[in-house]
């Protein structure tokens, strides 16, 4: 099970991630997000993930992730900035996702069944899917009845009203490649809690140790 803990804005806490266990690490860079990070902030989840991962001697993914810039600038941020994979949030075409991959050669794609109702993974030709509830952020929970899991193929993420306490039924009921989380595992909008992290990661591993 691939967790993804987004919206990390500090060494301190991306360290704590992987320490417990994280695959990936996301950074949000949009101005309107209580999780937007500077670039300075953002260079430090970086290098923090790259030295915790080496301590680990494990791969972890980076991703910059993104909602409104174009798709091409944020593309030449995410490889200055130094992240594995850009992330394309939203209404973003499939000529958006081939102008960013080449640029940097990961980009996932993270949209809601909302917004595309016949939701394929690599319609836009992404390395990955993640599908959200219609308010990303927003914490609150959603309607996983629509998910296809036949239509999205073994490694797409699911994101949206994710925490502890309700990662294992989501898991057991869609069958997901991964989860990605942010607002909860925060004690406050924005703001990381460890404890909620390393919940979060251990509930989300003990859901598909039950299910295989």
């Given at each position: 099970m691939y967790v993804k803990i987004c919206g990390l804005r500090?060494?301190?806490?991306?360290?704590?991630?992987?320490?417990?266990g994280a695959d990936a690490v996301g950074v949000v860079m949009s101005p309107a997000s209580p999780r937007h990070a500077t670039p300075e902030e953002a260079i430090a989840v970086v290098a923090a993930a790259r030295a915790a991962a080496a301590s680990a001697?494990?791969?972890?993914?980076t991703a910059l992730v993104v909602n409104r810039m174009?798709?091409?600038?944020?593309?030449?941020?995410?490889?200055?900035?130094?992240?594995?994979?850009?992330?394309?949030?939203?209404?973003?075409?499939?000529?958006?996702?081939?102008?960013?991959?080449?640029?940097?050669?990961r980009v996932w794609r993270a949209t809601s069944l909302a917004a595309d109702p016949e939701l394929r993974?690599?319609?836009?030709?992404?390395?990955?899917?993640?599908?959200?509830?219609?308010?990303?952020?927003?914490?609150?929970?959603?309607?996983?009845?629509?998910?296809?899991?036949?239509?999205?193929?073994?490694?797409w993420l699911l994101a949206g009203g994710l925490d502890a306490t309700t990662v294992g039924a989501a898991i057991a009921a869609v069958s997901p490649g991964?989860?990605?989380?942010?607002?909860?595992?925060?004690s406050a909008p924005g703001v990381k809690d460890p404890e909620r992290i390393t919940a979060f990661i251990a509930a989300a591993r003990r859901a598909h140790i039950t299910i295989r």
């Open positions: 500090d060494a301190a806490m991306t360290e704590h991630a992987i320490a417990a001697g494990r791969p972890v993914d174009p798709a091409e600038e944020a593309a030449r941020l995410a490889r200055t900035l130094g992240f594995d994979v850009l992330q394309l949030h939203g209404s973003y075409t499939a000529a958006d996702f081939a102008a960013a991959r080449a640029l940097i050669p993974a690599g319609a836009r030709g992404e390395e990955r899917l993640l599908v959200d509830g219609a308010l990303p952020g927003s914490g609150e929970t959603w309607d996983l009845s629509p998910v296809a899991p036949e239509r999205l193929g073994d490694d991964g989860v990605d989380v942010s607002s909860g595992v925060e």
